[in-house]
């Protein structure tokens, strides 16, 4: 299966959800950290 995941930046940091699969988000954090995390999906 493929979705979109949107990646939006802050004042804070990042995060990411995916409008396909409702209550699927991440909260704020480091670029480096996001890139780690989306690795796994």
């Known amino acids: 299966m493929k979705v979109t995941i949107v990646i939006e930046k802050d004042k804070n940091g990042y995060f ?3 409008p396909e699969l409702k209550g699927c988000h991440t909260k704020v954090i480091p670029w480096k950290r ?3 995390i989306s ?3």
Request: hydrophobic share 55%; net charge positive; with cysteine.
């Open 16 to 18: 990411a959800f995916c």
């Open 34 to 36: 996001f890139l780690k």
């Open 39 to 41: 690795k796994k999906l």
